[in-house]
């Protein structure tokens, strides 16, 4: 049975990958149709073709390694300086920007001198690139939305899993009370495990964040009201100041680092908890800061990443994965042991942050992402608007095919990271159980 339910995470997983290439590509391929740019294919994965089919001008099909996707648009780059398109150099680098070149114009037919994208306005092709990245923003949001307001969110709550026996400081090396400690003011106020707390002082109290941060602030006596089998408790606790770990400006745990603040002394539990719609727009921005603040620490995760898949090291639990771990996480998913709705739940979030995650690193400013189309589009216009604002003649379309060189070593190091990532993945796999 958990074979069978781990492949069958593995496939549903694999379809909301393909889904979410098909949706990204879906972008480009509408705004591109919408400004008369002929795509003669619509494609979901690469390597041999799984199944095609021709509708009007555009082949549409599957192809059989699902690691992305693509549209082809015709003229996606300028001829060259001399007016030519076909690849004539002997020269690697130059073969490079003049094979790109002919690529861009090998299905060219009769009519289709007005529908090359490199004709159209840079602000047309700025929507065209962004366009497709911007649909995995869009199901990212939707998905955690949904998620968020609809099922709720892992958080630390209002309620108490276990109340300290005695007062030591956050830099105590051991959880055994010492001689002469004495009792935690949660302890001598007769907090439960169990107790959900709902007021504090008089000021109702809705998230931990709150509730800690009136806490920490307070010492001598205060009143606490619980959620206790149903019933409103009053508790009356005298707080005192101890040794707590320090919080930083966006109240996270600052390990190792302590601060004198308000004692109370117990533990809150985590808990699945909807979202308001104020909430949900507040963690989409804390998301979407900490999906920003990965992708510039990647450099950084490979000596972790390359002793983990060939020395034998301890994967990191927040280690980057690819479609191989993530797939394998999703496997794991459905064995988990806890109710349909939180296997469902974990799989939406999965891929929810896959295509955030798609839409980070699409917005690089580098070729072959769409980002570096973006950024050549935009580095037109300046130069266009610039030539018109000192009355010089107009320098013309900017030649991203000259960028190719620079592409393919990005699309190297690309490789070369994703071979690292997978052999990870298979041989020291992220795991959640």
């Avoid at 690697?92 to 090998?106: L, Q």
């Avoid at 004709?119 to 497709?132: D, L, N, S, Y």
Wanted: glycine share 10%; hydrophobic share 45%; net charge negative.
């Amino acid at each position: 049975m958990t074979a069978l339910m781990t492949i069958l995470g593995i496939l549903v997983f694999v379809v909301g990958l393909l889904f979410s290439i098909a949706w990204h590509e879906l972008g480009h391929f509408s705004t591109a149709k919408l400004f008369k740019v002929r795509v003669p294919q619509f494609m979901v994965g690469f390597g041999p073709t799984l199944f095609s089919r021709r509708v009007g001008e555009t082949e549409y099909g599957i192809k059989a390694i699902p690691l992305g996707g693509y549209i082809r648009m015709i003229g996606m780059f300028p001829p060259g300086d001399d007016g030519r398109v076909e690849a004539r150099s002997t020269s690697p680098w130059r073969g490079m920007i003049e094979d790109a070149r002919s690529a861009a114009y090998e299905e060219l037919e009769p009519g289709d001198e007005k529908r090359l994208f490199y004709t159209r306005k840079p602000w047309q092709r700025v929507i065209v690139m962004f366009a497709g990245p911007f649909m995995n923003l869009i199901l990212a949001v939707v998905l955690f939305a949904g998620l968020m307001m609809g099922f709720g969110w892992n958080m630390t709550t209002t309620t108490v899993a276990s109340v300290a026996d005695c007062v030591v400081p956050a830099t105590a090396t051991t959880d055994t009370c010492p001689d002469g400690a004495p009792d935690t003011p949660a302890e001598a106020a007769g907090l439960r495990a169990g107790d959900r707390i709902v007021s504090f002082q008089g000021t109702r109290v809705e998230t931990w964040q709150q509730l800690q941060g009136l806490i920490r602030t307070t010492t001598g006596p205060a009143t606490l009201e619980v959620e206790r089998g149903g019933e409103t408790v009053t508790l009356h606790a005298d707080l005192i100041e101890n040794q707590v770990t320090r919080l930083d400006g966006d109240g996270e745990y600052v390990p190792g680092e302590t601060e004198t603040a308000g004692f109370l002394g117990f533990t809150p539990a985590n808990g699945i908890v909807r979202q308001t719609p104020a909430q949900t727009v507040e963690r989409m921005g804390d998301l979407m800061v900490d999906g920003v603040e990965s992708l510039i620490a990647l450099p950084s995760r490979i000596p972790d990443l390359w002793n983990a898949a060939f020395l034998g090291a301890e994967r990191e639990p927040d280690s980057p994965v690819g479609v191989v771990g993530a797939a394998r996480v999703g496997g794991e998913v459905f064995t988990l042991d806890v109710p349909a709705s939180q296997r469902i739940a974990t799989m939406v979030m999965l891929v929810a942050g896959f295509n955030l995650s798609l839409f980070l690193f699409n917005m690089l400013p580098l070729l072959p992402l769409d980002g570096g189309h973006i950024a050549g589009a935009l580095w037109e216009s300046v130069r266009r608007h610039t030539a018109r604002l000192l009355r010089r003649p107009d320098p013309g379309p900017f030649d991203v095919a000259k960028m190719m060189p620079v592409a393919y070593v990005v699309s190297g190091i690309f490789i070369c990271f994703t071979l690292l990532v997978l052999i990870a993945d298979v041989v020291n796999p992220v795991r959640l159980i």
